[in-house]
């Protein structure tokens, strides 16, 4: 008896579904190809607002549109933020004023007011299919 509990129990532990997706992002409007393209992918509001990544990746600028690709997410919330690092220097620059003189932009297309968006705005959630959004850069 001890046995066909044991094996109904691994057998259930062998079932278990994998729930990891993909989410696509894709950026538009890139206004040429020098530099690079910082993302970052943020799992929940605590993460986004702390500036703790969940994933990240540096691709090379191209112009016009291009689509990058996280694999193996976790269901949740999410959020992404990017920046296109036109002079390659690994770096967000900004003006006397702090405002950023290089493109940039937010899942969803959040827009900026005053202020990067809040989680909410650029949030989306991650579940049982390929997550698609997109972003045109601010510049």
């Not at 990544?53 to 540096?58: E, G, K, L, Q, V």
């Not at 191209?62 to 770096?91: C, L, Q, W």
């Not at 990067?116 to 299919?129: D, E, G, I, L, T």
Request: charged letters at 20%; glycine letters at 6%; proline letters at 4%.
């Amino acid at each position: 008896m001890n046995i066909l509990k044991l094996s109904a129990l691994t057998l259930s532990l062998l079932s278990v579904p994998v729930s990891a997706q993909t989410v696509q992002f894709d950026i538009q409007n890139i206004k040429h190809d020098e530099g690079k393209v910082y993302v970052q992918l943020f799992k929940g509001e605590e993460d986004f607002n702390n500036n703790i990544p969940y994933n990240a990746t540096i691709v090379k600028a191209r112009k016009g549109s291009m689509t990058v690709s996280f694999s193996d997410i976790e269901p949740g919330d999410y959020a992404i933020r990017y920046f296109h690092d036109e002079n390659n220097n690994g770096a967000m620059d900004t003006n006397l004023f702090g405002l950023p003189v290089e493109g940039f932009g937010f899942s969803n297309n959040a827009k900026v007011n005053f202020g990067p968006p809040s989680f909410q705005q650029a949030a989306f959630k991650v579940a049982q299919k390929t997550v698609k959004n997109n972003s045109t850069v601010n510049y």
